[in-house]
């Protein structure tokens, strides 16, 4: 999906949500942008929503009809919506691999889904939305194990810190989602509240 200029978006969103955006300039940016914006008058409630809900569609790259669908599900829980709405998001294909730190983005870990370099359970799946259980076991082709994409794999996942969700073994080239995601542990997500409050006006 085509999203634009990446540091635009960043910045009209007041959210680093791309790796592009991930900078000590950007954020002096911000903080010169966010001094300016008290001293006028604060913007409607529609367009914090709005906001909120880009900067959340955006972070899990998906158009607007994909992410309108696991809002969708999500608001059928009624006991507690934003937890399903982040299991959804999370348990995507292409968000586990992500996690696993097998990529640097989202855009990245799709890309690697797409072109088939991803089995679940010993089938070749390239479906991004793919929906990951606790009882899949994701490995890596073995086809692809030597290419330059996942080259020292286990140098490169040495110091990474993995969510309490995700596992994986870089000698084996496999892991799982050992739990369900948990939205608490997350710290600079958008304002879920926002976002569902946006579908339902």
């Not at 829980?77 to 294909?93: A, G």
């Amino acid at each position: 999906m085509k999203i634009g200029p990446k540091y635009k978006i960043c910045k009209r969103l007041g959210s680093p949500i791309f790796e592009k955006c991930q900078t000590q300039q950007f954020q002096v940016s911000q903080a010169r942008s966010a001094k300016s914006k008290k001293r006028r008058r604060g913007g409607s409630e529609y367009l914090r929503q709005l906001l909120e809900k880009q900067k959340l569609r955006l972070t899990y790259g998906l158009s607007e009809k994909q992410f309108r669908k696991y809002v969708t599900e999500a608001l059928l829980n009624h006991t507690n919506p934003t937890e399903t709405l982040f299991q959804l998001l999370e348990s995507r294909l292409d968000s586990v691999i992500y996690r696993m730190g097998l990529s640097s983005t989202r855009r990245a870990a799709r890309q690697i889904v797409s072109h088939g370099h991803i089995c679940v359970n010993g089938r070749r799946i390239t479906i991004p939305s793919y929906q990951v259980k606790t009882t899949d076991t994701i490995q890596i082709r073995e086809g692809s194990r030597t290419t330059t994409l996942f080259a020292n794999t286990n140098e490169k996942l040495a110091d990474y810190r993995f969510p309490r969700w995700v596992t994986f073994d870089p000698g084996a080239f496999e892991g799982k989602m050992k739990e369900t995601p948990v939205f608490a542990d997350q710290d600079g997500m958008a304002d879920m509240g926002a976002v569902f409050e946006y579908y339902t006006r």
